[in-house]
């Protein structure tokens, strides 16, 4: 099956800095990636809608400017967040999207645990 | 807009015992569902999903899950559970090609031996 990478897994900042996640599609070209976020023990949150070669589409309550998404090629996604406080730690998780397979049509990548100091 | 609802945070079971995780969905036009399965500190493994056709559905690791358009309900079941099917499930909804998924608040799922 269609394979997601997401870099880094795990990731330990300061207050204040910025951090920088990359969503990779390995072996097929995703024309859209989805960004969601999940609280422990809580449902995955959609927080943005990615489209290669295009600004992004920011769902309700998520601030742009401070969670940055650059869909530059269609095997790459990032997701940089801003000046991050600790309210930002969270588990962040990517999708892509390859409507040239006929299969799940999505596919999730392992996640990135950020916590923020 | 579409929205999906998991009425239980935990399901136990034993060991051989049927399973079953429940799911409720409300979308505009046709809805398209989707059973994922979630291990600690890992990302989503799709299970199964319906877009059309036959209502029951079969996916990985034995699981399946029954379409029900009149109670707008798409349940996952597995006839004899495993304690390693352990883990959080999540149903989730689009309606159409190329929006994003909705997805359930979760349903813990604790399989005892």
């Known amino acids: 099956g269609a394979v997601v990478s997401q870099h880094p897994s795990r990731v330990i900042c300061k207050s204040g800095t910025s951090v920088k996640i990359e969503c990779r599609s390995l072996?097929?070209?995703?024309?859209?990636m989805f960004w969601y976020r999940q609280f422990p023990k809580q449902s995955l949150m959609l927080m943005a809608t990615s489209n290669e070669g295009s600004k992004a589409t920011y769902e309700q309550g998520v601030e742009k400017d401070k969670f940055l998404i650059n869909h530059a090629s269609l095997t790459l996604s990032t997701l940089t967040v801003t000046s991050a406080h600790p309210e930002d730690s969270s588990f962040y998780i990517c999708?892509?999207?390859?409507?040239?397979?006929?299969?799940?049509?999505?596919?999730f990548g392992p996640g990135t645990r950020l916590t923020v100091t | 807009a579409q929205s999906v609802a998991q009425p239980e945070d935990q399901v136990n079971v034993a060991e051989g015992n049927p399973l079953t995780v429940k799911c409720t969905y409300s979308?505009?036009?046709?809805?398209?569902l989707f059973w994922y399965v979630q291990y600690p500190n890992r990302g989503l493994q799709f299970l199964l999903k319906y877009i059309t056709g036959d209502n029951l559905v079969k996916g990985s690791y034995g699981f399946e899950a029954e379409f029900n358009k009149s109670q707008t309900s798409f349940h996952l079941k597995k006839p004899s559970a495993l304690v390693s099917d352990s883990a959080l499930y999540f149903c989730?909804?689009?309606?159409?090609?190329?929006?994003?998924?909705?997805f359930g608040k979760g349903t813990t799922l604790s399989v005892s031996s």
């Open positions: 979308v505009s036009g046709n809805p398209y």
């Open positions: 072996d097929f070209q995703a024309t859209t």
């Open positions: 989730a909804v689009r309606d159409g090609a190329g929006t994003a998924l909705i």
């Open positions: 999708s892509a999207r390859a409507p040239q397979r006929t299969g799940t049509e999505q596919y």
